[in-house]
């Protein structure tokens, strides 16, 4: 079993700082892509930032210059630092990762997703 547990989440005012966290935990061969969407109320989900297993990195364009998308393979955690926060930016933040599962025999890719942590940016 595989989980994404997210953490970092909370209220903070127009301008500020959040950092988001999310680390893999389970029966994991490796991890391939490790992403962040978000949701805001009455919107569909978007994708946030995106990181490979190698280091490179896409950015929404809404969020760029202000987001920075990390991740610490050794310990499977893909990170979210965010600056200059406004107030569009109020959503709940959803980690998704591309997992290889393996067996003796077989592997697998795992799409998975995390509970999701809310982000409230007040003006």
């Known amino acids: 079993q595989v989980q994404l547990v997210e953490s970092g989440g909370g209220l903070v005012q127009a301008g500020g700082s959040l950092r988001l966290s999310c680390a893999a935990s389970g029966s994991i061969f490796s991890i391939n892509d490790m992403n962040w969407y978000r949701q805001a109320p009455g919107k569909q989900r978007e994708l946030v930032a995106a990181?490979?297993?190698?280091?490179?990195?896409i950015y929404a364009d809404s969020v760029k210059g202000r987001f920075t998308i990390s991740r610490d393979n050794a310990k499977s955690t893909v990170y979210l630092q965010m600056n200059s926060l406004k107030p569009e930016d109020t959503a709940v933040y959803y980690c998704?990762?591309?997992?290889?599962?393996?067996?003796?025999?077989?592997?697998?890719?795992?799409?998975?997703w995390g509970q999701g942590t809310l982000v409230t940016v007040s003006s």
């Open positions: 990181i490979t297993s190698g280091g490179s990195t």
């Open positions: 998704n990762a591309i997992i290889t599962i393996a067996t003796m025999t077989t592997s697998w890719y795992l799409d998975a």
